[in-house]
Nanobody, 125 residues
Framework: QVQVVESGGGSVQAGGSLRLSCSVSGNTVCMGWFRQPPGKEREGVAG??????????DYADSVKGRFTISIDNANNTLHLQMNSLKPEDTAMYYC???????????????????WGQGTQVTVSS
């Protein structure tokens, strides 16, 4: 069973930054970040898939230019650097992983088999 554990959430003022991390126990090649704002449905934020000679990423339009997803392949740890945070970024953030996926499915929740428990991000105005 793959274990997925997020860390790094917290409270920050608008315009600030936070860095989320996700430790994954298996050698999953597809990893992503999702979020669920209060009273809303879960949405894909960013995803990454590592091939032998290439890395592909995808971002939700709402976070492009502000968030950066990256992976530390040495220990299969996923990161999400979040800059210029806005109050609308407030949500529970979830890390997800899978052994296989399509580059076109990185922001789809059903592309991932393993999920963490989530970490709260709160941005105040």
């Amino acid at each position: 069973q793959v274990q997925v554990v997020e860390s790094g959430g917290g409270s920050v003022q608008a315009g600030g930054s936070l860095r989320l991390s996700c430790s994954v126990s298996g050698n999953t090649v597809c990893m992503g970040w999702f979020r669920q704002p209060p009273g809303k449905e879960r949405e894909g934020v960013a995803g990454i898939v590592s091939f032998i000679s290439d890395v592909h990423t995808d971002y939700a339009d709402s976070v492009k230019g502000r968030f950066t997803i990256s992976i530390d392949n040495a220990n299969n740890t996923l990161h999400l650097q979040m800059n210029s945070l806005k109050p609308e970024d407030t949500a529970m953030y979830y890390c997800a992983a899978s052994y296989g996926c399509s580059t076109s499915d990185l922001l789809r929740g059903d592309a991932y088999a393993y999920w963490g428990q989530g970490t709260q991000v709160t941005v105040s105005s």
